[in-house]
T-cell receptor
Framework: NAGVMQNPRHLVRRRGQEARLRCSPM?????VYWYRQLPEEGLKFMVY????????ESGMPKERFSAEFPKEGPSILRIQQVVRGDSAAYFC???????????????FGEGSRLTVL | SQELEQSPQSLIVQEGKNLTINCTSS?????LYWYKQKYGEGLIFLMM?????EEKSHEKITAKLDEKKQQSSLHITASQPSHAGIYLC????????FGTGTSLTVIP
């Protein structure tokens, strides 16, 4: 039973390029969460999605960042026109229940580390 | 804002020593979760506490949630180098969010 799979594990981009990070949740999980971890900082919530719906994107920067979780395939976090400040580890998590009260355990992937040159 | 304050920020202990990490919220929590993160890796779930006064143990790690459900402590007995990493408390209250983390170093 595979866990949460994220790829790529490491991604290097030059300023202005696009970064696409993929996350396949655990089997049977329809709730996906994206978090960003900057060096020396904690884990910051970005977005919570269910299949085909963005439920809570209050942690997403208003520009250049977008996320989707299509009916088929992995969830994608997309960063357009990357800047150096986007360099961070991006973690995906999934759960069988949605966020709110009594979410239950989140299962995390190994993260995707984005470096912007 | 939804915040979890963790203390200390970092901790260096000699192998074999006991230690405690604290997590405090200004609001009542519905659930309090403890995770561990090793450098360069993802988060590993340790324990979940839901009831006021609840206490859970796994191997040498014990976590408690106070009666008011606003403070939790994680206690490690007889620490080992394998305990080193970043410990994060998390909570769900409209969003699933995390504390700032406590970095633990265990010196052999």
């Amino acid at each position: 039973n595979a866990g949460v799979m994220q790829n790529p594990r490491h991604l290097v981009r030059r300023r202005g390029q696009e970064a696409r990070l993929r996350c396949s949740p655990m089997k049977g999980h329809s709730h996906v969460y994206w978090y960003r971890q900057l060096p020396e900082e904690g884990l910051k919530f970005m977005v919570y999605l269910q299949k085909e719906n963005i439920i809570d994107e209050s942690g997403m920067p208003k520009e250049r960042f977008s996320a989707e979780f299509p009916k088929e395939g992995p969830s994608i976090l997309r960063i357009q026109q990357v800047v150096r400040g986007d360099s961070a580890a991006y973690f995906c998590a999934s759960s069988p229940r949605g966020q709110g009260v009594n979410t239950g355990e989140l299962f995390f992937g190994e993260g995707s580390r984005l470096t912007v040159l | 804002s939804q915040e979890l304050e963790q203390s200390p920020q970092s901790l260096i202990v000699q192998e074999g020593k006991n230690l405690t990490i604290n997590c405090t919220s200004s609001k009542t929590l519905y659930g309090l979760y403890w995770y561990k993160q090793k450098y360069g890796e993802g988060l590993i779930f340790l324990m979940m506490l839901q009831k006021g006064g609840e206490e859970k143990s796994h191997e040498k790690i014990t976590a408690k949630l106070d009666e008011k459900k606003q403070q939790s402590s994680l206690h490690i007995t007889a620490s080992q180098p394998s305990h080193a990493g970043i410990y994060l408390c998390g909570a769900d209250r409209n969003q699933f969010y995390f504390g700032t983390g406590t970095s633990l170093t265990v010196i052999p």
